[in-house]
């Protein structure tokens, strides 16, 4: 059974910094595509982020380039999304998503807030 757990949510004031984590067990994801999404209130689902388990590939969301680093460490089976420069904009529940490549997500994790004050 896959599991993503996030972590690494909290407040933070406009222009700082914060580390998601997302611990994945229950499969192998080396054909697979990690990813954060995030939800703000009153907003749909909107992806932010994706890292191909295997290859280290990258694609972000233009609104958080330049700002925001997905990583994945394979020995320890997590994936990270390092955020900097956040902005208001940027609150949402951020949530873990996994997908075999070229394919949606399919397994999602429980969320994590994020709340960035003015």
């Known amino acids: 059974q896959v599991q993503l757990v996030e972590s690494g949510g909290g407040l933070v004031q406009a222009g700082g910094s914060l580390r998601l984590s997302c611990a994945a067990s229950?499969?192998?994801?080396?054909?697979?595509?990690m990813g954060w999404l995030r939800q703000a209130p009153g907003k749909e689902r909107e992806f932010v982020a994706a890292?191909?388990?295997?290859?280290?590939?990258?694609y972000y969301a233009d609104s958080v380039k330049g700002r925001f680093t997905i990583s994945r460490d394979k020995a320890k089976n997590t994936v990270y999304l390092q955020m900097s420069s956040l902005k208001p904009e940027d609150t949402a529940v951020y949530y873990c998503?996994?997908?075999?490549?070229?394919?949606?997500?399919?397994?999602w994790g429980q969320g994590t807030q994020v709340t960035v004050s003015s």
């Open positions: 998503a996994a997908g075999a490549i070229g394919e949606d997500f399919n397994y």
């Open positions: 229950g499969r192998t994801f080396s054909s697979y595509a």
């Open positions: 890292i191909y388990w295997s290859g280290g590939n990258t």
